[in-house]
């Protein structure tokens, strides 16, 4: 891949639990980027973290970025049944204006 | 309408024939992507527009992949001679500039073209 590589590529949990995904790339960026899409369907938006940021939250959501280890965690908390999903990564190089996905996480909450 | 609308959504042809996928991003978006989703993988990046500037194809796979973008609106990805490997679901997705010479920030998708080449 030319960029993010997510981690692990699938994960099945509990509703109720937390679910903790790792994305990992090869350059610098100017931002990363979390999706998700529901089976068959377009990606949505869930949250942007710059390259000077070290924690976001939105919500249920909390994205950290670590830029020396060039890596970046996605946290659920409190899943539900509705969050199974994939989850991609999409990351923006520094000084290229687009943006590379990773081959995603499909998370499965079971109700 | 208020988002990114692709059209056909989905698509069946036959071996050597030539498809056309149609993109109308949000309105004022200058920035516009193609990517390409095959089953069950990641999105393979195809064509970067932005504004007036000259497209970044560097990601498209071959000479039978062509793309356009009129009065910086609508965009028509063209595959000619289309084979079974080019069957997955392409996506599209458009984004506001970025600021100060930065990055555009999130990207908004359709709900893609699903090309199925028998």
């Known amino acids: 891949s030319q960029q993010g590589e997510e981690d692990p590529q699938a994960l099945s949990i509990q509703e109720g639990e937390n679910a903790t995904m790792n994305c990992s790339y090869k350059?610098?960026?100017?931002?990363l980027q979390w999706y998700r899409q529901n089976s068959g369907r377009g990606l949505v938006h869930l949250i942007l973290i710059r390259s000077n940021e070290r924690e976001k939250h939105s919500g249920r959501l909390r994205v950290t970025l670590d830029t020396s280890k060039k890596s970046s965690s996605l946290l659920i908390t409190a899943s539900r049944a509705a969050d199974t999903a994939s989850y991609f990564c999409?990351?923006?190089?520094?000084?290229?204006?687009?943006?590379?996905f990773g081959s995603g996480t499909k998370l499965n909450v079971k109700p | 309408g208020a988002g990114v609308s692709q059209s056909p959504s989905n698509k069946v042809t036959e071996k050597g024939k030539d498809v056309e996928l149609r993109c109308d991003p949000i309105?004022?978006?200058?920035?516009l992507y193609w990517y390409r989703q095959s089953l069950g993988q990641g999105l393979e990046f195809l064509i970067y527009?932005?504004?007036?500037?000259?497209?970044?194809k560097s990601g498209l796979p071959s000479d039978r992949f062509s793309a356009e973008r009129t009065g910086g609106s609508v965009s028509t990805l063209t595959i000619q001679r289309t084979q079974q490997e080019d069957s997955a679901v392409y996506l599209c997705?458009?984004?506001?500039?970025?600021?100060?010479?930065?990055?555009?920030?999130?990207?908004?998708f359709g709900e893609g073209s699903r090309l199925t080449v028998l």
């Open positions: 309105s004022g978006h200058t920035a």
């Open positions: 527009f932005q504004g007036n500037s000259a497209p970044d």
């Open positions: 997705a458009s984004s506001p500039t970025g600021t100060s010479g930065g990055p555009p920030g999130e990207l908004f």
């Open positions: 999409a990351t923006a190089i520094y000084n290229f204006n687009k943006f590379y």
């Open positions: 350059t610098s960026i100017n931002n």
